[in-house]
Every structure is written in structure tokens, then in C-alpha cells.
């Protein structure tokens, strides 16, 4: 007779899906938020002057603990969730910043994530055989989800950077290149049916050079290829929408509960 394997404290634990549905709203916000971690972190670091250090540092700490706030909730919270978001957007940018300010050029730290992301979701799919965001319902799938965010944040910056600085092409056509991308991959899953899970993963990577293009394109000075709107005046115009949307969804998330209720006590 077999005795029954125990289950790790690590993976036992169930939930409900913790991740938001993929709709019009979430891309919107997804796109906003890594707008506003371009912007958030040249803001902190040079109109604030803080510092790289003191800002990788403050923000990191606010990212653990938006985590682990979004850890113990056992259900999906919009609030908790893109505050997580938009916290992991800005030190996904300081991490590539503060691997440039060492010297490290922008092809390395490219390549760098790339290779983080790969490895990534090698070490998810053999754990958990599925990289869909679906079923983020154990502690571990959502460790690999947030450590996956991390990285196409990371890359993200880094691709962007490279495109629109190092390689010269501007902001404005590094956005409209990767805007492109993503319109091909939804041509791609929408026409020839190219499978969920990988879509997804390949427009959330290209949304965050999106976002971080727009960011720079709206943010820099005119000499420097931007509209001069600033960071400031970006970052509060950004946040301003995400709080709109993440209130409506989370009115939305409180009025689809108490539908069930209703019907239950008209019977």
C-alpha cells in the first residue's frame, strides 16, 4: 500500500484565479502602467533628484510589500493587483537604468532578460506544465507569474532603449514599430488561430517598449525627440486614468457578486 505524497506548504495552498480577465480595459491599463513606470522613475530619480540608489531602494520596498499584501489575498483584487503592476512597471525600468549606469550597455541587458524571461518560463512550464494566467491558483504558479512580470518589465525597458537610443530610431517610430508587433500577433491569434497562451506572452512583452516609448515620446523635450509634456505632468495624467479604470472594475467586480445574492433571495 502507497502512502499518499504530502504536498508542500509552497504548493498546497488554493485560490481562486488571482489574475484579471484578459479584456479591452486590462491591455489598456497594462499599457498605461508601463507608461507610467518610464515615467515614475525619471521623475523620482531627476525631477525629485533622489538619487538611483534611493529611489531602486524606496520603490523596491514598496513593490515587496504591495506583493505580499497580493500574496495572502486567496482571490483576485484590482486595487492590490495593478498597484503590484505599476510598482513592478517602475523597478523593471530602475533595474535596467542602474545596469546602464554601471556600463552595461543596452545589447547586454537585453540579452540579459531575454535570457532571464526564457529561463523563466522553462523552469514554470516543467513545474507546473502550463504557462496560462488562467489558472494562477497555488502560491508557486503565482511566484512564477510575478517573476515572469518582473522580467518582460526588465526586458521591455531594455528593448525599448535600445531601439529608440541606441539604434537612433527615435521614440515616435520605436512606438509605432512595436505597436505594429502587436498588431501582428493579434492578426496572428485572431485569423490563424496562433495559441492563446503564446500570444498573450508575446504581446505583454511588446506592450511594455509600448508603453515606454509613449512614455519618452510624451515626457522628453523637444530636443530630444519628445512632446515636452514632462514626466510630472505625464505620471499624473497616466495615474489619473488607471485609477479611473481600476475603480471601475473593482465597482464591477462588487456588483457582479452581489448578483447571485439577488437572484437567490427573489426565489
Known sequence: MTTPQRIAPFTARQMMNKVPEVTAIFWIIKVLATTVGETAADYLNVTLNFGMTG????????????????????????????????LISVVGTLITDNLIGIGL?????TIIFALALTATFILWFRSERTLSIHSITTTRRETYYWLTVLFTFALGTATGDLLAEG????????LMLFAGAI????????VFSLNAVLAFWIAYVLTRPLGAS???????????GGLGLG?????????????????????????????????????
Open 183 to 190: 498588431v501582428a500577433v493579434s492578426i496572428a491569434y485572431f
Open 214 to 224: 509613449t512614455g519618452d515620446l510624451l515626457a522628453q523635450s523637444p530636443v530630444d
Open 167 to 174: 539604434l537612433k530610431l527615435g521614440y515616435f517610430a520605436s
Open 105 to 109: 550597455p543596452l545589447v547586454a541587458t
Open 231 to 267: 514626466t510630472t505632468l505625464t505620471s499624473i495624467i497616466f495615474l489619473a486614468v488607471i485609477l479611473t479604470l481600476v475603480t471601475v472594475l473593482t465597482v464591477r467586480q462588487r456588483l457582479t457578486k452581489s448578483i447571485p445574492s439577488a437572484s437567490q433571495q427573489d426565489k
Open 55 to 86: 529611489v531602486s531602494l524606496v520603490v523596491a520596498a514598496l513593490l515587496l510589500a504591495a506583493l505580499a499584501l497580493q500574496f495572502r489575498l486567496r482571490r483576485f483584487v484590482p486595487a492590490v493587483y495593478w498597484l503590484a503592476i505599476v
